[in-house]
């Protein structure tokens, strides 16, 4: 079965850095697109930033700056660096793949907590 495993989530003072990863393990045709997004209690997934194939990247204006969505195609692997992180950033931060054209697959989710 195809999965997404994250990692590098945790706690972080603000104006720290954190490094998000995940990996994608199973069977793949092919990767159209990765990216991240992130939940907070009481509201709505959103979108933090996404990457082609192509490396065409998108980000949402809260973290246009600050944060960097880098991907290998190789590896399988995508990469969010977070920068300047402030406490409004404070999220479960979900991975996301569309593979095949039409599949999207979704990470269980890490917890980032950043204090002030």
């Known amino acids: 079965q195809v999965r997404l495993v994250e990692s590098g989530g945790g706690l972080v003072q603000a104006g720290g850095s954190l490094r998000l990863s995940c990996a994608v393990s199973?069977?793949?045709?092919?990767?159209?697109?990765m990216g991240w997004y992130r939940q907070v209690p009481g509201k709505e997934r959103e979108l933090v930033a996404d990457?082609?194939?192509?490396?065409?990247?998108n980000y949402a204006d809260s973290v246009k700056g600050r944060f960097t969505i880098s991907g290998d195609n190789a590896k399988k692997t995508v990469y969010l660096q977070m920068n300047s992180l402030k406490p409004e950033d404070t999220a479960v931060y979900y991975c996301?793949?569309?593979?095949?054209?039409?599949?999207?697959?979704w990470g269980q989710g890490t917890q980032v907590t950043i204090s002030s």
């Open positions: 199973g069977s793949i045709f092919r990767i159209n697109a």
């Open positions: 990457i082609t194939r192509d490396g065409v990247t």
């Open positions: 996301w793949m569309k593979s095949n054209g039409f599949l999207s697959s």
